[in-house]
């Protein structure tokens, strides 16, 4: 795993109370995070998801906008977030054996990163699966909810060790125009 970080907690003052970080010395710079995570189900949930859908809908769509949205809402609902004006927020989710995987990627140009949102985005795709998904399966968990890449800034780019290869794939995808279905 990359290592760059900081030796203090950037929203807390020299006295320990919070604040929001002052970003206008900061440059205006391309930024991007790619955050996943997943939603455990149940065997009749991917049965569902795979075949007639379940009894809400298309959990998979509604999940996806609910997803974006999330992103957009960012600094609502994290109180110390910056409203940033975001270029871009798509968020994929696969249904896989077991779990309906979610990644969210948020761009930008602006003076602070989109790892937040990027989070954010992942998150509430999740609980809206699980809102989705809940009638047939109480038991739907939202898991490993993490940030695997994050590009642009002071700080520079930063890659999960386990992530840079998907990030690749996902660039390669992205490139050639491929867009994932969904459904595994």
Do not use: F
Request: proline share 3%; aromatic share 2%.
């Amino acid at each position: 795993m990359s290592t760059s970080h900081s030796d203090r907690l950037t929203h807390v003052d020299a006295t320990g109370a919070a604040r929001m970080v002052d970003v206008s010395e900061k440059a205006t710079t391309v930024r991007t995070a790619r955050a996943t995570g997943r939603v455990l189900v149940a065997p009749r949930v991917v049965e569902l998801l795979r075949g007639e859908g379940v009894p809400k809908g298309d959990a998979l769509s509604v999940a996806r906008i609910a997803g974006i949205m999330g992103a957009k809402r960012t600094p609502d609902l994290i109180p110390l977030c910056h409203p940033i004006a975001l270029s871009g927020v798509t968020v994929d989710l696969v249904v896989t054996d077991d779990a309906v995987e979610i990644a969210a990627t948020v761009r930008t140009a602006d003076r602070t990163g989109v790892e937040m949102e990027a989070l954010t985005a992942v998150a509430v795709a999740g609980l809206t699966v699980i809102d989705m998904v809940k009638s047939v399966d109480k038991g739907a968990r939202i898991d490993a909810v993490q940030v695997e890449s994050k590009t642009g800034g002071k700080s520079g780019d930063w890659y999960r060790d386990d992530a840079r290869d998907s990030n690749a794939e996902d660039s390669n995808a992205q490139d050639s125009g491929v867009q994932d279905s969904g459904v595994r």
